[in-house]
């Protein structure tokens, strides 16, 4: 699959960059919400993995850009600081998936298992 990571945080999305690619997976990440709808237009994608919380552009408001734009993409919320509503709203959004940080490396993996077979 071909998966953009996006995460304000560059160890996090390395470190689940290096993940991806271990499994066969491209990963391509990006910092910034306004830089993962850039890479939306031009790149195919699988899926995405979100995080809520970031200066600017935040998830939610990438979240919803991305449904308008590509409604089919499936998107994993990643969130650490994330309130109720917030991790609410992700679902009613569309988010196929929602994981927390910093568990986030032990529940990434179920989540790629789970956006590969939705794939099947």
């Known amino acids: 699959m071909n998966i953009l990571i996006v995460d304000d945080e560059p160890d996090v999305a390395e470190v689940l960059a290096k993940s991806l690619s271990r499994q066969g997976h491209t990963a391509t990440v990006v910092h910034s919400g306004e830089d993962a709808l850039r890479v939306l237009r031009e790149t195919p994608l699988d899926a995405m993995f979100l995080d809520v919380s970031m200066p600017g552009?935040?998830?939610?408001?990438?979240?919803?850009?991305?449904?308008?734009?590509?409604?089919?993409?499936?998107?994993?919320v990643i969130t650490g600081h994330g309130t109720d509503n917030e991790i609410e709203a992700a679902r009613q959004m569309g988010a196929v998936d929602i994981i927390t940080k910093p568990t986030a490396l032990t529940h990434f993996q179920d989540a790629v298992m789970r956006l590969a077979e939705r794939r099947r």
């Not at 998830?59 to 993409?73: F, Q």
Request: proline letters at 5%; aromatic letters at 0%; zero cysteines.
């Open 57 to 76: 552009m935040n998830g939610l408001d990438v979240l919803a850009e991305v449904k308008r734009i590509k409604p089919a993409l499936a998107v994993v």
